[in-house]
């Protein structure tokens, strides 16, 4: 089930998604954290489900002192924030 951050559901039709994979030295989520980093992609929501270990951890992307104290779960989704209109994708 996924959770928005919103009050309404993001409209994600057309998207292209983003999902790392395991792989040898982390390279797939190295990949998706610099994508994220890059684009400043922001945070829209997150998935619920029973299938996942619940993990919470320090804002990896926090590039502002007021974004130091957010917290971060393992199954966010995060989008381009408008900056970037030619770009659509959502990234797990």
Do not use: H, R
């Not at 029973?50 to 320090?58: Q, R, T, W």
């Not at 804002?59 to 966010?76: F, H, K, M, R, V």
């Amino acid at each position: 089930m996924f959770v928005p951050c919103g009050e309404s559901v993001p409209d994600l039709k057309n998207f292209t998604l983003l999902m790392p994979a395991v792989s040898v030295g982390n390279v797939g989520q190295l990949a998706i954290d610099l994508i994220i980093s890059t684009l400043n992609m922001c945070k829209i929501g997150y998935f619920y489900t029973d299938c996942l270990v619940p993990m919470v951890g320090n804002n990896p992307y926090a590039t502002e002192e007021e974004d130091w104290n957010e917290l971060s779960i393992n199954a966010e989704g995060t989008s381009v924030c408008g900056t970037l209109p030619a770009v659509e994708c959502v990234v797990i």
